[in-house]
């Protein structure tokens, strides 16, 4: 009888340290994922501020754009007023 619990206690310590090795292994793939993580931060950090300078110039396209639209349209409008008048 004492042997039987003496074996299943051996079996559940085996048990306990394979699954201690496995949570080990976890916490090293956490912990390259945390670098990779960190790097991934700091690189995704330095193309939004890459991106700065485009965005502004984009807003600036943008912005003549909406201007040579309004002024189209002006100068369709007058031009027609004009026609109709004459």
């Known amino acids: 009888m004492a042997n039987s619990y003496k074996d299943r206690f051996d079996k559940l310590d085996q048990q306990l340290e394979k699954l ?8 090293v793939t ?4 945390n670098v ?4 991934h931060i700091k690189r995704t950090e330095l193309l939004e501020e890459a ?3 485009l965005k502004a ?4 396209i943008m912005g003549a754009g909406k201007l040579i639209g309004i002024v189209a349209l002006l100068t369709t409008i007058i031009a027609t007023i ?3 008048k004459s």
Do not use: C, G, W, Y
């Open 20 to 27: 201690d090795s496995r949570l080990d292994n976890i916490d």
């Open 30 to 33: 956490l912990a390259r994922q």
């Open 36 to 39: 990779s993580l960190e790097t």
């Open 51 to 53: 991106l700065v300078p």
């Open 57 to 60: 110039h984009m807003n600036q």
């Open 82 to 84: 004009l026609k109709f």
